[in-house]
Nanobody, 125 residues
């Protein structure tokens, strides 16, 4: 079993920045990809970014390109989602996910086997 623990959520003013982290524990040798999703009330879950452990290649959703950056500390099995230029529409619950492979962010959320509990991000107008 793999456990994911998110941290770093909170409230920030429009235009501000936040750094989310997600640390994987348990049988982490079974995961080769970590990703971030978010879900606002009444909205579908949206894939934001993913990163491969082995190769370090990343993929970003159009909605966050140029504003969010996903990095990986492989030794710590921890990803960091640096978020800048935050907008009120970025307000959502942010979820960390992990899998053996990086499924498509737009259509492949259901392929991710492990999920964190979510951390709330609120961006004030």
């Amino acid at each position: 079993q793999v456990q994911l623990m998110e941290s770093g959520g909170g409230a920030v003013q429009s235009g501000g920045s936040l750094r989310l982290s997600c640390k994987a524990s348990g049988h982490t040798s079974y995961i080769d990809c970590m990703a971030w999703f978010r879900q606002a009330p009444g909205e579908e879950r949206e894939g934001l970014a993913s990163i491969h452990f082995a190769h370090g290649d990343t993929n970003y959703a159009d909605s966050v390109k140029g504003r969010f950056t996903l990095t990986l500390d492989n030794s710590k099995k921890t990803t960091y989602l640096e978020m800048t230029g935050l907008k009120p529409e970025d307000s959502a619950t942010y979820y960390c996910a992990a899998n053996f492979w990086c499924a498509n962010l737009k259509t492949g959320a259901h392929y991710y086997d492990y999920w964190g509990q979510g951390t709330q991000v609120t961006v004030a107008s």
